[in-house]
């Protein structure tokens, strides 16, 4: 998908910038870009649920990755070793996302299962909404 590969592209740059400490407007678009390459595989069903679940916490992931590196980079400086607490933060990311993906696959059998793509997206929207809110 186009925009999966170009929101990697611009990752890429929004992580290593030529001067200055990284571009949060970079990051936002970036996985913007491949969340909705995520979604665009989903509405198409080109990809089984459990890959798409496991890349919609990767884009999650690499998000919550970029902003941490981006603020510990703020606050300490580009010349100071930060690999560390980076992995910390990343693999603890990962595991609440593993999990949460083992309970969506759990749960996945549980309720009613005519589920418009309407109210599904609306479903969808009130989730990042939220995400949104509590973030800020």
């Not at 170009?6 to 407007?25: E, I």
């Not at 890349?55 to 606050?75: F, L």
């Amino acid at each position: 998908m186009i925009p999966g590969l170009v929101g990697v592209l611009v990752l890429s740059l929004a992580l290593v910038p030529v001067r200055g400490t990284g571009s949060r407007a970079l990051v936002k678009a970036d996985t913007g870009l491949v969340f909705v390459a995520v979604l665009a595989s989903g509405i198409f069903n080109a990809v089984s649920l459990g890959a798409l679940l496991l890349a919609g916490v990767a884009t999650v992931v690499a998000w919550d990755a970029s902003e941490h590196a981006i603020n510990v980079g703020e606050h300490l400086g580009r010349g100071g070793d930060t690999r560390e607490t980076e992995v910390v933060h990343v693999v603890g990311t990962g595991l609440v996302g593993l999990l949460a993906v083992k309970a969506a696959k759990f749960s996945g059998g549980v309720g009613p299962s005519g589920l418009s793509l309407g109210s599904l997206v609306l479903l969808l929207v009130a989730v990042v909404l939220l995400a949104v809110a509590l973030h800020d």
